[in-house]
């Protein structure tokens, strides 16, 4: 599921760079937690193929993939750290892609630089339940138990059992849990109460809101009647596309239709589908 691709480092991330910069808004990938940019290699080799030459560029966060380690890991550090590999790489303006953990460092970081528009996929709005169950597990997490506690909590998250073997295969053979990462990743959401961390999100979104970004949110499965009510009281104007038989990796399981996704956002005419069955 790789394919050979230019490589290069930016602002000390190593980085994908596809295509040249147009008039078409720029994309920056950001992959999840214990991931890397690899994930994204499928979906852009399909873009080139539907919107040639569209610049785009694919990030290892710091601590993971190629990228060295640089804590802290808290959301203001990382972003700072992607600004200045946008800025390094030329971009402007870029639509900000962010997947799982990473939806929420795109969702904040359209909300401190410029930005033309975020896709999130199978990001939650929900912090709160997610926050109260870490930090429930938190001495296990620290402790020699880190493994087989990873190993539960991302049993639930990535739901193998909903993806082709092949997407299986890959998540297995990419994801690389280092617990000093994992943690230091986490460290915002054991530092403050689950409520405190709903509402930093319900804010960040309202500044999203009001800033009138385009917001599309790709999942795996239809929100939760509580998610549903949550985005139609904080991002009504957002667009939710549900693609069933993705787990929690629509991007791996429907690269096509994720590529067609990304190419909408540098051609606005073009037709994206609502739904995959």
Known sequence: MTHSVPSTTYAGLAADDFGVTDHRAPLVLLHGLTFNRTMWRPALA????IDPGRRAISLDLPGQGESPDAPPYDLEAIGEHIRAAILEAG??????????????????????????GIILVEGGFLIGPFAAM?????????????????????????????????VRSFVEATSRPRQEIVLG???????????DLQAWV???????????????????QAP?????????????DART???????????????????????ETGVPALSVPAAIS
Do not use: C, K
Request: aromatic content about 10%; charged content about 15%; glycine content about 6%.
């Open 46 to 49: 399909e873009l080139e193929a």
């Open 91 to 116: 971009l402007r303006d870029p639509i900000l892609v962010g997947h799982s953990a990473s939806a929420s460092v795109a969702a904040m970081y359209a909300t401190v630089y410029p930005t033309s």
């Open 134 to 166: 870490l930090q429930s597990m938190e001495p296990i997490l620290r402790g020699p138990g880190f493994s087989a506690a990873w190993a539960r909590i991302s049993e639930q998250a990535f739901r193998l059992d909903e993806v082709p073997t092949d």
């Open 185 to 195: 990743y986490w460290q915002q959401l054991f530092d403050r109460t689950p409520a």
């Open 202 to 220: 319900d804010a960040a979104t309202a500044t999203v809101r009001r800033s009138g970004l385009q917001v599309t949110s790709v999942v795996g």
């Open 224 to 236: 939760s009647p509580e998610e549903g009510a949550w985005l139609s009281a904080n991002l009504p």
């Open 241 to 263: 596309l549900v693609w069933p038989g993705s787990g929690h990796f629509p991007h791996l399981a429907h690269p096509r239709p994720f590529a067609e996704l990304l190419a």
